[in-house]
């Protein structure tokens, strides 16, 4: 089952679009293969194969924040920075306990509507800005 990506969720910049795509993909295997109770190092793979791609992303997001002189970037960053600390206290609570159902309802409650919530608001804050901007 893969995870629906929501229209509403498009910043209207390509390349940003394209990076949350792809987050929800990875999102979605880490779900799948959790709920499919596979083993607890595959489901640790697929969460590290999906934090990597967070650092990454959040890094080419600032990179582009910096580059057009964005004036909300500090709160933007800390925002991310928030974020990557959850996803590593998730990696522990995985490591310890395996991939049980309160670990898929966490990732439900601490990944997807983190990032739904962040995308919504302030990645299509910045998109708007860099429209106008740039
Ligand atoms: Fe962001």
Known sequence: MSLEFDPLLLTGVDEIDAQ????????????????????????????EFLGGYVV??????????????????????SEHRQFVKELEILRHELKSEGPSHL???RVGNRVTEWLREHIYRTDRTLGDWLKAHR
């Open 20 to 47: 949350h795509r792809e987050l929800f993909q990875r999102i979605g295997r880490l779900l799948d293969a959790s709920r499919d109770r596979r083993s607890r190092d595959e489901v640790v793979r697929l969460l």
């Open 56 to 77: 990454d992303h959040f890094a080419a997001e600032e990179r582009t924040m910096e580059e057009a002189g964005y004036p909300k970037l500090e709160g933007h960053q």
């Open 103 to 105: 670990f898929v309802i």
